[in-house]
């Protein structure tokens, strides 16, 4: 089937068992949910241009993604009206967010299209533009004594296009004026209507960064947001970079690299814009407001302290919410092969942070609470020895998050992540999944947060965690950190597979085990070298025949590695 010159790439019993089959459904609160019940009117009527907005954002989202988005989206709308087989289609359109994009299980990008593949650069660069091409045009460009171009090219908030035989940046505000205007508007009629003072603020502060070309007007928007903590309303524009696999290219050429250095250049990867609307439930809030007064200590925990100042040091304000969700657009909702539980923001490349404005951690209890309980217990006896099963509570997964989320505020800064180029997001996505481990058995001698039963809980789910469904590329960090950690357990004895391919936990060696492993990974980070990344990585992420044997229990079992965001707003 053909939608307007463009041919479907998958057949539509493909599509049929992918929906059928393949799909996990998480549904997001509507107007009928007690807490949006309580508000006051005019949070109710703050909420409805917040939605807007946040639609909006979509777009803007789906244009960062790929030039043919918004086109193949709205042509699926249209053809969905008289063809299934069209409507089928706009399903997994919906599912990826985009015309193309990776399930977590297979090795290559899912494509609808014909023809119409992904790109590494995705549209923030130009869709022709190769990572060798990008790298000699940059070196041109600086022997032209381009510098200030080539700082807004490798900055995290510009789009590029071609300019005769170089590049030029263009900044978001410029790039989707009208679309920032529209949300800028939207957003100051919220603040109008919203019943709270900071809440308020925070929007009236958004809607001025989304005017003006000047980070410092996003670094105070960002203070504001990231104070906000038992408010009614929770409202985010995320902006974070795993999407860009250009940009971060540059440090794998010497020549380059050396004269990013010799300029004092900071490279980001680009951001793709996402947005989160909700209610901040308290009661869940509360409870995860208790880790808040460990991060000092944590800070104190951490190997070769001395030799970095870390984000916590300037960053005292950090509050964690948890949320229930009303919606999530962009790129929150590309959900290709995972889709976010929690979220630590504004990011080490942020003004705000490097100029200690405070951190904000979301907990998304829709997506927390969405796991396949009989699936679970499926894999439980398939996989693991039959002593270790009481150990395993889904519940136990979210006290592992949010030392997750903690452990990204701890560690070496900006400068240090981004040196290691293609592999930054890998070993700072490691290194927060391991501090979460590593440092779980001091929080419940020092604070008492944990009893020994829960620590096994804790430990037992977060390692059945790890237990992979296929073979991760290095565009997906989380998932190879996953490989890294087992691989690591398995090597030094942790956990190891008995006769009848049963797994064992030794409890007692896992948070020496993940301190070892902590140390090698801020040592690489604090190398700032690309090689040395690589090396760790290929080193500990081998995808070993125990590694296969459980993935094909995983088949075995059933996978559902897209996902259906059911939106009531």
């Known amino acids: 089937m053909q939608i307007n010159g463009y041919e479907l790439n998958l057949s539509e019993e493909k599509l049929d068992d992918i929906i059928t089959h393949q799909m996990r459904k998480i549904e997001l609160i509507g107007q009928d949910f007690e807490s949006y019940q309580n508000l006051p009117e005019g949070d109710r009527k703050a909420l409805s241009y917040l939605v807007k907005a ?11 993604d790929h030039p043919l988005n918004i086109f193949l989206k709205e042509s699926l709308i249209d053809a969905s009206k008289t063809s299934k087989y069209a409507q089928k289609a706009l399903v997994l359109f919906d599912s990826l967010h985009g015309v193309a994009g990776l399930n977590g299980i297979d090795p290559e990008p899912i494509e609808i299209f014909k023809g119409v593949k992904i790109y590494p650069g995705k549209n923030f660069y130009p869709t022709d533009l190769s990572a060798e091409e990008f790298h000699q045009i940059l070196i041109k460009m600086f022997a032209n004594r381009q510098i200030n171009e080539i700082k807004k090219i490798l900055s995290s908030r510009t789009m590029v296009r071609r300019d005769g035989a170089f590049l030029k940046a263009i900044d978001y505000t410029e790039f989707f004026a009208q679309e920032y205007s529209e949300i800028a508007n939207l957003l100051e009629l919220a603040a109008h209507y919203s019943t709270e003072e900071e809440f308020k603020d925070y929007l009236g502060w958004q809607a001025q960064a989304f005017l003006q070309n000047n980070e410092e007007m996003d670094a105070i928007a960002d203070k504001h947001w990231a104070v906000l903590e038992l408010n009614n309303l929770e409202f985010t524009v995320s902006r974070e970079n795993y999407e860009d696999e250009m940009t971060p290219t540059v440090f794998e ?37 208790k880790s808040k007064e460990t991060l000092p200590y944590l800070a104190s925990l951490m190997p070769y302290k001395d030799l970095y100042e870390q984000n916590i040091e300037k960053n005292t304000k950090q ?135 829960q620590l096994k809980e ?112």
């Open 458 to 569: 804790i430990y037992a789910t977060w390692i059945v965690g790890l237990f992979l469904r296929a073979k991760p590329v290095l565009s997906k960090p989380h998932r190879v950190a996953d490989l890294i950690q087992f691989n690591y357990l398995m090597k030094h004895e942790v956990v190891f597979l008995d006769g009848q391919n049963k797994l064992h936990i030794k409890f007692d060696l896992i948070s020496q085990t993940m301190k070892k492993l902590l140390s090698e990974i801020i040592e690489i980070q604090l190398s700032k070298s690309p090689q040395k990344a690589k090396d760790f990585v290929f080193q500990w992420s081998k995808w070993t025949a125990t590694s296969k044997y459980i993935a094909s229990v995983q088949k075995k079992l059933g996978l559902k590695p897209y996902i259906k965001i059911i939106t009531k707003f």
């Open 253 to 289: 050429n010497e020549e380059l690299q050396t004269l990013i250095e010799k300029y004092g250049i900071e490279v980001n990867a680009k951001d793709t814009l996402g947005c989160r609307v909700g209610l901040v439930n308290k009661e869940g809030t509360n409870i995860i407001l």
């Open 319 to 453: 509050t964690m919410v948890d949320v229930d969700l009303m919606l999530l657009t962009g790129d929150y909702a590309f959900a290709r092969g995972g889709i976010t539980t929690a979220q630590n923001l504004p990011n080490d490349d942020k003004l705000a942070v490097k100029t200690g404005g405070g951190r904000r951690n979301v907990y998304h209890r829709q997506v927390r609470f969405s796991y396949d309980q009989k699936r679970l217990k499926q894999l439980l006896d398939a996989l693991l020895e039959k002593t270790f099963h009481p150990f395993v509570k889904e519940s136990m997964r979210h006290f592992f998050v949010i030392g997750h989320e903690n452990g990204h505020s701890l560690g070496p800064n900006s400068s240090y992540k981004a040196s290691l180029g293609s592999y930054a997001h890998i070993m700072e996505e490691n290194k927060a999944d391991v501090i979460s481990i590593a440092f779980m058995e001091d929080l419940a001698k020092t604070f008492g947060l944990y009893t020994s039963k």
């Open 54 to 64: 946040a639609y909006i954002i979509d777009n803007i989202a789906l244009k960062q």
